[in-house]
């Protein structure tokens, strides 16, 4: 079984910044990308960011320039540094990872619980 668990959501003023953590636990024998997805009320759920191994980062056009995704491959753990936060960044912030565990022949797709971002002065 593979969890992911994220933290570090909360209430912020209009340009200020949060980090997000996310960290993959379990049954793993490979993490092959890891990223962030966001979801407002009324809206569609949209790719943030993500990392894959060894490949090109990509961001949102509406977040590039202000967000940035790392990883610590050790950890299994992604991050997601928001600056010059915006009202439209409000959302629920999901982390999302491609995941193979042991004896499984593919990899699969896991998700977060979520974590609350509101950007409000």
């Known amino acids: 079984q593979v969890r992911l668990v994220e933290s570090g959501g909360g209430l912020v003023q209009p340009g200020g910044s949060l980090r997000l953590s996310c960290t993959a636990s379990g049954s793993i024998s490979g993490v092959y990308v890891m990223g962030w997805y966001r979801q407002a009320p009324g809206n569609q759920r949209e790719r943030v960011a993500i990392i894959p191994n060894g490949g090109i980062i990509n961001y949102a056009e509406s977040v590039k320039g202000r967000f940035t995704i790392s990883k610590d491959s050790a950890k299994n753990t992604v991050y997601l540094q928001m600056n010059a936060l915006k009202p439209e960044d409000t959302a629920v912030y999901s982390c999302?990872?491609?995941?193979?565990?042991?004896?499984?022949?593919?990899?699969?797709?896991?998700w977060g619980q979520g974590t609350q971002v509101t950007v409000s002065s």
């Open positions: 999302y990872a491609i995941v193979k565990i042991p004896g499984q022949l593919g990899a699969s797709d896991y």
